[in-house]
């Protein structure tokens, strides 16, 4: 084989290396699976997501809990008593009795309880929905990932390729004289570390394909290209005034400060007296007599040993602590905004000199090919040629990577990612539902409304 013909079909096979940079995220045939297919199925087979469902649909319970506090409370009682007396000898009587109950008047506690507890409610919603951002942008990591070690592997694989190519050549020129073994040599050495970097390759798109079953459920197929990546804010000083107003962990923060400063409240209303009624009937079995009682009571605390007060300042210390969780979440977001919008633009940048580099070593490398042919250039100039220029592609796919993901994340800070606003399409958990099926504290185990929560779950396609 000629050294013309051998240099001919390096530059093919690396035409084909350098497709490979476009081809890692140009578009696949119909039915590959989208970014968007990706986000839904994390959304959908969260295990996280459903824990934290449960944990709102608990917290909502204690809105019911506190409301029935306010509604009377209908008990029976059924008593049989043996007595030995030494008058009487061994008698036994047997009572039937209903109780009733009903507290009239506590200055405001239970209904401040009643508020709290639905602060609490909304800030757990915040916290869910903070949940929710942590699975929607692992999924985007995951699918990102999967393509970038995809787009390594092409690039390693075609390097194999292309060496080997090289290596048989060398050995070609060797057996005719033109190149000594040390050509020989350096083109074997170069193809192992090529193979070893292939190995490298795959382990980790095996890692990365591990990583986006964990997070939607199911190993990835083809992968579509990534979308456009989302619009943000137009400065990062509009990124934060959204992420003031939005962000879940802000929002959070903010409902558990209304919570604990309505707890100090009714922490002071226990102070006040309590005005309760009871009525209660009495049928003694035996003899046949009724008895029909009601009681109004009225009852306040003199002295509990300080306890009172211990609340009511353990109250405001939980408040104080509120408080300061609010400045340091304003504080937290401002910073992770500012991380995320520098990281974007440090992504962009690197993804123009990436580019750059990769077109400055194809000319490096074409350049080294044709003074090798002509013997101003040796083997481990070409070979080093190409290394630089696989080394620029992995960097530019990475910056290319990076950069969608900097985005994402950058929204995410913003508190914007979320199904609801990446427009899904498809139906999503509805946290008010459940909410409004308990929160007047309904006496079935099963309400209407929760048979209706049932079937939206199962539309999520969860029982």
Not at 322 to 349: C, K
């Amino acid at each position: 084989m000629g050294y013309r013909g051998m240099v001919l079909r390096m530059d093919g096979t690396w035409r084909r290396i350098a497709a490979a940079v476009v081809i890692g995220f140009a578009g696949l045939p119909a039915g590959a699976q989208t970014l968007t297919d990706t986000l839904i199925a994390a959304y959908r087979t969260s295990g996280l997501l459903e824990q934290n469902r449960a944990v709102l649909r608990a917290a909502d319970e204690d809105v019911a809990q506190a409301v029935a506090e306010l509604r009377p409370v209908l008990a029976y009682v059924a008593e049989t008593q043996w007595a030995d007396t030494p008058v009487a000898g061994d008698t036994t009587s047997t009572e039937l009795g209903l109780t009733a109950s009903l507290l009239l008047y506590d200055f405001g506690a239970s209904k401040l309880s009643i508020e709290a507890q639905k602060e609490t409610v909304l800030a757990t919603r915040e916290a869910l929905r903070g949940i929710e951002q942590q699975v929607l942008l692992r999924a985007v990591a995951a699918y990102l990932n999967v393509r970038r070690q995809n787009a390594f592997v092409g690039l390693q694989d075609n390097n194999v390729r292309v060496i080997t190519e090289q290596l048989r050549a060398a050995r070609d020129r060797f057996e005719v004289g033109e190149v000594t073994r040390t050509d020989v040599s350096i083109a074997e050495a170069r193809l192992a570390a090529a193979q070893s970097a292939h190995a490298a390759a795959q382990g980790a798109l095996a890692q990365s394909r591990e990583e986006y079953k964990a997070v939607t459920g199911a190993y990835p197929g083809r992968l579509a290209a990534p979308p456009a990546a989302p619009a943000t804010a137009a400065s990062v000083e509009a990124a934060r005034d959204v992420a003031r107003s939005r962000h879940p962990s802000i929002r959070q923060a903010q409902h558990e400060v209304a919570a604990t400063e309505i707890a100090v409240s009714a922490a002071q209303a226990a102070l006040r007296p309590t005005l309760s009624a009871t009525a209660r009937a009495l049928l003694d079995v035996d003899s046949g007599e009724d008895t029909e009682s009601v009681t109004l009571s009225l009852s306040g605390p003199i002295y509990q040993g300080g306890q009172i007060a211990s609340v009511i300042r353990q109250a405001q210390a939980r408040r104080d602590a509120a408080r300061g969780g609010l400045h340091t979440s304003v504080i937290g977001v401002e910073q992770d905004v500012g991380d995320a919008w520098a990281d974007v633009a440090v992504s962009r940048a690197t993804t123009e000199a990436s580019e750059k580099q990769v077109r400055a070593a194809r000319l490096a490398l074409r350049g080294a090919q044709e003074e090798l042919e002509v013997g101003s250039r040796t083997t481990l100039d070409v070979l080093d040629r190409e290394q630089e220029l696989l080394d620029a592609q992995t960097n530019l796919i990475s910056a290319q990577i990076d950069l969608i993901l900097a985005k994402f994340s950058l929204l995410s800070a913003m508190g914007l990612m979320t199904a609801d606003h990446l427009d899904l399409g498809i139906a999503t958990y509805d946290p008010a539902a459940y909410y409004n099926a308990v929160k007047n504290a309904p006496t079935v185990f099963v309400s209407p409304q929760g048979e209706r929560l049932d079937r939206v779950l199962k539309s999520l396609g969860r029982e």
